[in-house]
């Protein structure tokens, strides 16, 4: 990681909203996901990152928009690297928030985004708006009023799709183990125990698992892990804590993992979420 890279990160207290302005050199971050809605812009250079099946190239002008799971990692092309502002938007947060603004919507759906990467001038005003009221902290009612601003225009740019437990597209052994990597994310699960959870070998398993979500399932449990720490750093508990709870060999094991995902150390990331002191 090139020594200029830099992250501001903070956290709002009222809705949870992250606030992150980075710059990254060279690579910035290996695949990973976000439990949250990913909602920002690249203010400099070209932002390079792979979801799903497609590589998108974000320039100055376009807009970011990636939903909750949605697989990702970045890194910068050209020399010069790329600084993007972005937002976290907690889903129930955003859900309750656009049911309010939006009294018809339906109540079997959740909000998805239509595009990944495109323009949308307003919509990079407003979340510009929205980033300066939070990370500088202005008063509740003008944070509200730019969040409800936020709303209005990111409201062009979603939908609502059915809510649905399991994806018709996905084979079932994907789908089973994945349950299963979720209800024990913090036990030491081998591929013997998921084949089978899943009725197959542990070679097709493995197979159907990558064609299906990108990565191996021990990637995948390493994710949900991450994912997981995210969640108990911004809580207040230490790094310590959050590695020994989550199956991690020591802190340092998950500073490597934690770093390699979001750019940032666990100790730090904790610092920016919380005025609770790091006591180990």
Same mark, same amino acid.
């Given at each position: 990681m090139s020594a200029r890279n830099w992250i501001d990160l903070k956290q709002d207290a009222d809705t949870g909203i992250e606030t992150i302005r980075a710059h990254?050199?060279?690579?910035?971050y290996d695949p990973h996901w976000h439990d949250s809605y990913l909602v920002g812009f690249t203010e400099q250079g070209v932002q390079r990152f792979r979801c799903g099946r497609q590589r998108y190239d974000s320039v100055p002008g376009k807009v970011i928009l990636l939903?909750?799971?949605?697989?990702?990692?970045?890194?910068?092309?050209?020399?010069?690297?790329?600084?993007?502002?972005m937002l976290y938007l907690d889903p129930q947060w955003l859900e309750r928030e656009l049911r309010a603004l939006f009294a018809d919507a339906p109540q079997d759906c959740v909000p998805t985004m239509s595009m990944t990467v495109g323009p949308?001038? +307003? %919509?990079?005003?407003?979340?510009?708006?929205?980033?300066?009221? #939070?990370?500088?902290?202005?008063?509740?009612?003008?944070?509200?009023t730019a969040t409800d601003y936020l709303l209005t225009q990111l409201s062009s740019q979603m939908q609502w799709r059915q809510r649905k437990q399991a994806d018709p597209r996905m084979p079932l052994v994907a789908q089973?183990?994945?349950?299963?990597?979720h209800?024990?994310?913090?036990?030491?699960?081998?591929?013997? +125990? %998921?084949?089978?959870?899943?009725?197959?070998?542990?070679?097709? #398993?493995?197979?159907?698992?990558?064609?299906?979500?990108?990565?191996?399932?021990?990637?995948y449990l390493v994710q949900l892990r991450l994912a997981e720490a995210r969640r108990r750093l911004a809580a207040g508990e230490t790094p310590a804590q959050v590695a020994a709870s989550l199956g991690f060999a020591d802190q340092s094991h998950l500073g490597r993992w934690f770093r390699r995902a979001y750019g940032v150390t666990p100790a730090s990331y904790r610092n920016r979420c919380t005025p609770v002191p790091d006591r180990r």
């Open positions: 990254f050199e060279g690579h910035a939903e909750p799971g949605e697989i990702h990692d970045g890194e910068a092309p050209t020399l010069d690297g790329f600084t993007y502002s949308s001038p +307003e %919509l990079i005003f407003a979340i510009a708006s929205t980033f300066q009221t #939070l990370h500088q902290q202005e008063l509740r009612i003008v944070r509200q089973r183990t994945r349950e299963y990597l209800a024990h994310l913090e036990q030491d699960v081998s591929l013997n +125990e %998921l084949a089978v959870v899943a009725g197959v070998d542990r070679f097709r #398993l493995t197979r159907a698992f990558k064609a299906a979500f990108g990565m191996a399932p021990h990637a």
